[in-house]
Every structure is written in structure tokens, then in C-alpha cells.
């Protein structure tokens, strides 16, 4: 310091003795206070506010010492600030270099005195804080006051250039110190930056930090007036000028600079953490902005709902729902057929545009949208006659057709007495009673072996069911079928009386049974044409006949001679052959002067491997002979079982043993469920008449959802029947079910069911509505339930507890009796005479 002062006296001392160094130095500092005046006033002013960020070499005004001696310059300082904004007019100038705005670069020019240099040096950290090295590092867009911020970069960049040029030119002799000082000052910026610390917290300490560079500012101002006033004989590069102009400034508006330099402090930091956001991809967000989020957030979490938040939901939803089921409005059916409505069958838009051939008019063909409505009682209906003499009689008026009686009763089919519709017990092919032709039957095949061979049969064109009414008799139970043709109720009276029956055809589709269940097929007079189509409608009788088992024909082709009955008879002959079916027997039966052909199906496949023509073909390896639901007729055969373990190598065991015996081809897990099934229907008798089932009431029972017919088994000493339905899309159990010796069928409760109105006095729902209900709307279910159940009757519901209370609804606006035991899922609805007046 000493020696610096010592050096700039001995330039004085010099420059005053010498008149011609004087008169130099003079022009020289007037020709620098002309180029000041005209860089001053070609700058241009900058606005407050105005972030400006430049590049480390366009960034440099350095005030250089230009005086004539050969020593290198001491005074040149050099600082660089990115955040800093001074309001600044015109006529001020700042101590620095240059006037610049919160981004642009500050280069302050000092007296050769270390003081000076370390006061200028702390303005520029304390004013700059972080931004200050960024500048440096790279380039930022920048923004001049008078750009209202559409200037492109570009032009940005050459307006900055051109205000530089200047500077840059008196600054090529002094290129090795700046370069030094631009040095310093990163290392300067860099400590400045990392001694921060954390963002937020500064905005108080660059207050008092103000305050500090203002009491600097002064004491700098003094020092270098006091300077100035020594080296107006050797002055500065243009930096002479803008140093007094600057102090001037500064003492004269000391308390705004420092509010401007505490409103700048704040900002810099929001602007320097919303650039830091920028690069780094964006990943955190402003102070406040996350503030904001946290508060969000926390309300969020304030808002989770609870465990009883969801409960009362879920009550509140459950009482709109009921409130909603409650408001249901009921009609009646607006059905050409009805008291009889069956709404897959009687679907009279397919029904004008329907094709007659195949019988494909009478299959199945359900409406679009299953039917809401109710099908109307009949006037003057009755509580139906009970099981065993309702199978002689029923009451005329819940079934009021007459035209069978007209058309049948000399063939003792139906008689109208009174009151009563009677039936006498014949059918076309047994005038004197079913029971003789039965016995018939039994006689002529010894080995049918009624009720303990043959359990399960199959009753095609059944009539009014008088076979199957019989068959109990013996212990066997049949699957009569028929279709709703011109043959008036015909499956509605056998239901009636409380004989097994459905409403179907053979026609175009698979029967809904699984392929080699039945242990005899019966045809008497059924008028299904066997022979034709290649023998299509015999070959799906060989798919569910069981391997061993019979077909019994008995029709006038066997035991007549004129020439179409022959024809026929040669044609099934043939056929029967080509399918490996051996003719055991024919027979007649003197008194119904009536024969009967009895067919037996092959155990083995080794006739038909040795046939000479592959006619009818085996069906292809991908065919599964157990889909029934809509699967379309074919013309070919499947091979018999031939492995041990496979079903329908083995004939069931002797009935009533094989109600309970596991199959042998059920696998270990199967049996065991099958064993839980059996035990947990073991004492349903009891648990139905503790809830208000009187069983002598009760004679055909639908289990709706059925799985190994545990249900069924249960009842087995009733004089009751079971209908086992097992869901298209459950467990393929029903064929158990048939090895059991009971009976059932395939069936999707999201469409009608194949029977008339009125036909069952207890349907069991064992969780169906809980399945059901996910693939269509409960409403047409309950529904149908009402269709088909008869006044009086019970449905017995056991579900899921908020399911049984949907129905419970559901039922108690078709003002239904309902009782539920909730907590255990059990409900018991009983079915009245309402009926809604349109």
C-alpha cells in the first residue's frame, strides 16, 4: 500500500516538472472526457427491474490507466453482478464502469488504492450474490427496459455488442490483467455462491448486507474523491467520468438505492430458483407454488375418508337404491299369448320373419331386452291340486285350453269334466294307460330293469307327460320334453300336474344337456323325422345317450306295412347300422296293438373303426360333445370313452345307490367338495319348514343354481322332484348330476327360462343373484322368478346380505310376503295374487 502511494507521487512530481508531459496529460484527459461523455450518452438507459445476462466477454468494461509511465496497471477491477437493478436517469452515473440493470454486468473501476479495490469488490458480492457466476457460465436470454420482449435474441445480442465495442477497444493494452481480474472475480462469485446457504432465508441478510454496501458505497465515495482529485493529471479510460457521475448518484439517494437493492435481493432469489428449475428439467417448483401443493396435499389427506365415511356412503346408497327399486311400476305383459307368455319362445318379432324348416320357429329365440313385465293370472285361479292326484287331475280354470280334450281324448291324453281337466293316463301309442306300457316296456327288455338299471330317461314329444306321471311309480324320473306348437299346453298341463317337463324342439341346436347321461330314450309316436338329414336329429340322441343304454322307438314305421312306414323303416335301418346301433328287439303289445323297436348304443369304438364308409363321420377332435348351450346340430358322431378313468365307461351304480356315490371319474378334489355339498344340505328339510315352507304344499322344485344336486339328494325321500339348473357360466358340474340320478339342464338366468308361467311352487337361489348380477340387471331376474313361480309358492334366497336385501326390495314390490334372516343371508319370499291393474 505504502509503495503504491510512494509510486503515484513520484509520478506528480514528474509530471508537474515537466511542462511538455502536462500539456499531454491535459489533452489526453479532455480527448477521454469527450469519449466518456459520448459512450454516457449513446448508452442506452436501462429500466429498473430489467434483467439482463451476458457472456463473460461481452460482459467487461475495464477502466484502464492510460497515464504515460511503464508500469502495469494497479487500479483495473473487475466484478461481474447477474442480479443487481439500480434506477438510474440519465444524467447519473454509477461508481462502475458501465450502467447496468439487475442482469447486467457491473465492471467497477477503483483508485490504485487497496482500500478502494476491497470496497468496490464487496458491492459487487454483496449485490450479486448467486447470479453473479451465472452470468459467466453461460448465456441467458436477455431483456432490455425499452424491449417490450419481442426483440429477438439476435438483435438482443447485437445491441450488446455494439455497446461494448468501445470499451472493448480501449481495453486491447490491458488484456492480460482482465483476463487475471476475471479470474479472481469467478473465484470471488464462486465463494459467494456456495457460502449462501439456503434461498429463503436470505432476503433478511441481503437487507442488513444493504445496509453495509451503503455505508461502503459512502466511505468508497469519499475515498475516491479524494482520489480523484490527486489523478486528474493521470485520469482513467472513460472511467473517470462514470465514477463521479455514480457517486454523485449514490450519496444523493443512498435510502432508495438500499429499498431497491432489498426489493432486488427478494426478487433475484425468485428468479434464480424459477432459471434453476428451468435447469434441471423442471423437477421443483417455486417456494410458494410448493407451498401451495403442501397445502393442497394436507387438505387432501384431511379430506381421506374413513371407515365410517364408506359406511354411511354405502347406506346411503343402499336406501337410494331401494328407494329407487321401491319406485318401480309394474305392467302387465302385452303378449298376443298371454296367461301363457314365454317370452323366449313367443318373441313374435322373430316370429314374422322366422324360417319353418327344422322346426327352427320353435327353438329358442329370446328378445333383446329381457322382459320387465308381468304375465297376468288367469280369472277364477286356484291353488293347484296336490301331487299324487293332480297327476289325474287339475283345475280347469289355471289352465283353460279345451282343444287337446277335443282333439285327444279318445286317445285318453285329456278330458274336460266339470271343473277339472282328467287325464286318464293314455297317449296315442297307449290308449289303456301308461302304466301297462311300461310294464310293457320292462317285458319285452328285461335288462331296462325299471328303477334300478334305468333311472334317468328322456321323454322326446312327451305330451301331456303321462309316461313321466307313471315312471315315479317305478323310480325312474324323466326329462320329458315338447314343443309349444299347435298341441295346446300340452308341457303346461304335465307341469301342472306335477310331471318333469321343458318347452323344446328337435330342431337345428343341441338339446341342453351334456352328451351320455341318459340311460334310455324314449319315442313313442313323437313325429321327429330320425331318418332325414343324413340322420342329423338321431345323432344328437347318440350324443346324450349313455354308452350301453336304449332307444326305444316305438312309432307305425316298426309294426306297419304300408309303403311310407316302410320306406321310413328301411332308412332308420340302414342308419341305426351305420351308426354301430344294435337292434335288440322288437315288440308289440297286444292290447295297445302298438310295437316297439329297442336300440342299444355300442360301449367301444371298434364297430366303428371297422365300418366300410366313414358315414356319419366322427366329428373332429376339437368338437366337445358337452357344449349344449346354442351350439348348432351336426351330422357326425363322437368316439366313445376309452380310458377307465373316463366318464361313461362304466354304467352308474343301481338306484337309489348312486344318489350318493361319488362318480368314479371325479377327481379327489371334486369328491371332497362333493362330500360338503352332500353335508351341507343334509338338513335343509328342516331348515325350510322353520321358515315357512309347508312341504305338502310341494311338489316341483327348481334348484336356480345347482352344483353336485346336493339339494336335490337332500329331498330325495319327498314326494317332491328337483329341476337342476347349472349356469352357463359355472363349473360344468351336471354331469354329476345326471350320474347322481337326478335331472337338470344348461341355462343362463340373464334370458327366460324354457317353461310356461305358474309351473313350480319353490325355486331355490343358492347366491345366484349375487353371480348374476354383475352380467345383467336384477330387475327381469325377479321377473322371471315371478313368471314362473305359482301364487302361493316360495322363493328361497341364500346370498350375500346386501343382496338378499336388493331383492327383498325387489319382491316386496311385487307385494310379495318376505322374510329375511340378514345375518345369515337367508331370505323367504311367498309369492301372493297381485297383479298391477295394467
Known sequence: MAQSNKARSSRRSSSSSSPYTSTLTTLIFIALCVLGIWMLTSNSVVTPKTRTSVDENNSETINTDLAATEDTPETTTTTTTATSTTNIPNDQTDQTTSNISEDQSHETTTNPSEESRETNTDISEESSRETSTKSQDQKATTVFGDNPGNLPDDAIKTMLAQKHDVSSNANDDVGSNRDQKITENEKEAKTARVSEGKQKGEEENNIAQDENINANANQNTETENASASE?????????????????????????????????????????????????????????????????????????????????????????????????????????????????CLDNEKYLRTSRRKHYEHRERHCPEDAPTCLVPIPPNYKTPIKWPSSRDKIWYHNIPHTLLAEVKGHQNWVKLTGEFLTFPGGGTQFIHGALHYIDFLQQAEPSIAWGKHTRVILDVGCGVGSLGGYLFERDVIAMSFAPKDEHEAQVQFALERGIPAISAVMGTQRLQFPSNVFDLVHCARCRVPWHEDGGLLLLELDRVLRPGGYFVWCATPVYQTIEEDAKIWQQMSELTKSMCWELVTIKKDALNQVGAAFYRKPTSNECLEQRKQNQPP????????????????????????????????????????????????????????????????????????????????????????????????????????????????????????????????????????????????????????????????????????????????????????????EVGVLLKSLHWEVTSTIQEGLLCGKKGMWRPKS
Open 231 to 343: 489523478n486528474q493529471e493521470e485520469g482513467t479510460a472513460g472511467g473517470g467520468q462514470h465514477s463521479f457521475d455514480v457517486q454523485g448518484s449514490k450519496n444523493s439517494d443512498d435510502e432508495a438505492n438500499v429499498q431497491q437493492l432489498r426489493e432486488d435481493a427478494a426478487e433475484v432469489i425468485d428468479k434464480e430458483q424459477k432459471e434453476r428449475v428451468q435447469d434441471e428439467g423442471g423437477e421443483t417448483e417455486k417456494p410458494k407454488m410448493e407451498k401451495n401443493n403442501r397445502r393442497k396435499s394436507n387438505k387432501e389427506k384431511k379430506e381421506l375418508s374413513t371407515q365410517a365415511d364408506e359406511f354411511h356412503s354405502e347406506e346411503t346408497r343402499k336406501k337410494g337404491a331401494e328407494t329407487e327399486l321401491q319406485d318401480l311400476k309394474w305392467s302387465l305383459c302385452n303378449a298376443k299369448t298371454g296367461f301363457d307368455y314365454i317370452p
Open 618 to 805: 366322427i366329428c373332429k377332435d376339437d368338437d366337445d360333445p358337452n357344449a349344449a348351450w346354442y351350439v348348432p346340430l351336426q351330422a357326425c358322431m363322437h368316439k366313445l370313452p376309452v380310458f377307465k378313468a373316463e366318464r361313461g365307461t362304466r354304467w352308474p351304480e343301481p338306484w337309489p345307490l348312486r344318489h350318493k356315490k361319488v362318480p368314479y371319474w371325479v377327481e379327489k378334489q371334486a369328491s371332497q367338495e362333493f362330500a360338503a355339498d352332500n353335508e351341507r344340505w343334509i338338513n335343509v328339510v328342516d331348515e325350510l319348514s322353520n321358515i315357512g315352507v309347508t312341504w305338502s304344499n310341494v311338489r316341483n322344485i327348481m334348484d336356480m343354481r345347482a352344483t353336485f344336486g346336493g339339494f336335490a339328494a337332500a329331498l330325495k325321500d319327498l314326494p317332491v322332484w328337483v329341476f337342476n339348473v347349472v349356469n352357463v357360466d359355472a363349473s360344468d358340474t351336471l354331469p354329476i348330476i345326471y350320474e347322481r340320478g337326478f335331472i337338470g339342464m344348461y341355462h343362463d338366468w340373464c334370458e327366460s327360462f324354457s317353461t310356461y308361467p305358474r309351473t313350480y311352487d319353490l325355486l331355490h337361489a343358492d347366491h345366484l343373484f349375487s353371480n348374476v348380477k354383475y352380467r345383467c340387471n336384477l330387475v327381469p331376474v325377479i321377473a322371471e322368478v315371478d313368471r314362473i313361480l305359482r301364487p302361493g309358492g316360495n322363493l328361497i334366497v341364500r346370498d350375500k346380505p346386501n343382496v338378499i336385501g
